[in-house]
């Protein structure tokens, strides 16, 4: 037996009692967790600057606030969202009224991941534990600070009750379970390899994966504003960020300004030496750092390059004259290196970028309306931004997720909660009266009624 299966064994009696967290206890609950991460806030701080050189400002406006704001957003519309809909009946159902209940799917297991091990691995949590279900979470190894103090304010927190930690069994183990739904965060192999066992036992599963996601920069657009916004996109968290833009086309008359307005906007960013700042992130282990060092070397060097195996240190890297069929455009970089191919306009990239798989993000600079249009109907991609980098993210109202294989499913805001329900339909219908219509024997009548509503509709 597995460590974790006396918990699942426990909830899924409790579910199958009939039993449910009433709306309010999920509340408190969300609540406590939100007192509790504030309580810890400066060591979780601590432990994202241990795991990955976080400086604490970045911590604090990519992980801890989004996370705080998601989860308060939660509590604010938690009723609402949980409440049962009414929905009309079709006239074959004359006299009934249809009604949607909102059902926690059950057990739980969210699969977090370790570029954002906090925002990762809570936001979701508190989303299938605000729809009402039981979670296991299953947190990465690979940032244990942060994965040390999120076990710290679980156990806290929930103390075992309908929230749990595996934290002894594999990944592997867990996916030999019986699942009632399935959220994973991390690469495309191991998802596959999660959707493939998920699909063994019929489980629902979201998959949050990523891609080469493209940033185009056309001639009409704000090319200060575009480099500002663009390096902080690219950059943040050394660029181990699932949204962030992985290669840039620019278009061939600008691009030569850009680039110097890009290496300049580094060097105010991070200084004349990124490694001595005290914003800038590491590479999260040496293997990582390994393959980010091969993909060094390609094209021409607009800026960066350095790097320090000691200090998982690689500079915000700028590359040039890269090609589609160039070794560091087959996978995601998933780093601190932007290539750059050269475009003649929207229209000639488009299609090549259309044939590629789809990205998880995309992002548009330019104030062309026709480009604009383009840029939003001609190609699939989970989604994005127009003259901004994954701002997107940010807003409770717009889902966050992927398409093809940069994902499926989405959450953020009400489709955090929605992801975690089962929307069961229930028509309820009057006894006041009996349209027998529909049943037999058809005589004459009855023929000749049914005959006249299947030429009438």
Same mark, same amino acid.
């Given at each position: 037996? #597995? ?38 806030? *400066? ?14 400002? *970045?911590?604090?406006?990519? &992980?801890?606030?989004?996370? !705080? ?5 939660? $509590?604010? /519309? ?9 929905? %009309? ?16 799917? %059950? ?35 690979? =940032? ?6 999120? $076990?710290? !304010? ?18 592997? *183990? ?12 991390? %690469?495309?192999?191991?998802?596959? !390899?999660?959707? &493939? ?10 998959? *949050? ?43 061939? =008359? $600008? ?5 110097? !307005? ?8 991070? %200084?004349?030496?990124?490694? &001595? ?7 999260? #282990? ?41 070794? $560091?455009? &087959? ?102 009266? /009996? ?23």
């Amino acid at each position: 037996m #597995n460590e974790i299966s006396p918990f699942l064994e426990k909830e899924q009696l409790f579910f199958q009692s009939g039993s449910r967290m009433s709306v309010a206890e999920r509340k408190n609950a969300l609540i406590k967790l939100i007192a509790l991460l504030k309580e810890n806030r *400066e060591k979780l701080f601590s432990a994202l600057y241990d795991d990955l050189h976080k400086s604490e400002n *970045e911590a604090a406006v990519s &992980e801890y606030i989004p996370l !705080i704001t998601s989860i308060r957003y939660l $509590i604010k /519309n938690l009723r609402r969202f949980a409440a049962p809909e009414y929905a %009309g009946a079709s006239i074959a159902n004359f006299g009934g009224r249809g009604k949607i209940i909102k059902e926690p799917y %059950g057990n739980v297991l969210v699969v977090s991941t370790w570029n954002y091990p906090l925002l990762l691995s809570i936001e979701p949590l508190a989303a299938a534990l605000a729809a009402g279900n039981s979670v296991t979470l299953k947190l990465s190894p690979l =940032s244990p600070a942060t994965t040390r103090m999120l $076990i710290y !304010i679980i156990n806290q927190c929930f103390k075992n009750e309908h929230v749990t930690v595996a934290e002894n069994d594999s990944l592997e *183990e867990l996916l030999h379970e019986k699942w009632d739904y399935i959220f994973f965060t991390g %690469g495309i192999r191991m998802g596959r !390899i999660v959707a &493939e066992c998920a699909a063994k036992k019929l489980t629902p599963v979201t998959l *949050e994966l990523g891609g080469k996601n493209p940033c185009i920069v056309d001639a009409s657009a704000d090319l200060q504003l575009a480099a500002t916004r663009i390096v902080w996109g690219k950059f943040m968290n050394a660029g181990q960020t699932c949204a962030a833009p992985d290669y840039l086309l620019v278009e061939k =008359s $600008i691009q030569q300004k850009f680039m110097n !307005i890009l290496r300049k906007e580094i060097q105010n960013f991070f %200084g004349e030496s990124p490694e &001595e700042s005290p914003d800038y992130s590491r590479i999260i #282990n040496q293997d990582h750092y390994n393959r980010l060092a091969a993909l060094i070397g390609q094209g021409k060097l607009v800026t960066g390059g350095e790097r320090n195996p000691d200090s998982l240190y690689i500079a915000p890297t700028v590359i040039e004259d890269i090609h589609w069929t160039d070794p $560091i455009m &087959e996978n995601e970089i998933f780093g601190p290196i932007l290539p750059v191919i050269t475009m003649d306009s929207l229209d000639d990239v488009l299609p090549l970028i259309g044939r590629r798989p789809k990205s998880l993000s995309a992002y548009y600079f330019g104030k062309n309306r026709k480009n604009m249009k383009k840029f939003m109907n001609s190609i699939s991609f989970g989604g994005g931004c127009i003259n901004d980098c994954i701002m997107h993210l940010c807003s409770p109202h717009l889902p966050f997720g992927g398409v093809g294989s940069s994902g499926m499913g989405a959450y953020h805001g009400k489709a955090s909660f929605d992801t975690f329900t089962h929307r069961k339909s229930i028509l309820v219908q009057t006894t006041m009266l /009996n349209l027998t219509l529909r049943f037999p024997p058809f005589g004459a009548l009855k023929k000749f009624i049914i005959k006249l509503v299947t030429k009438a509709i």
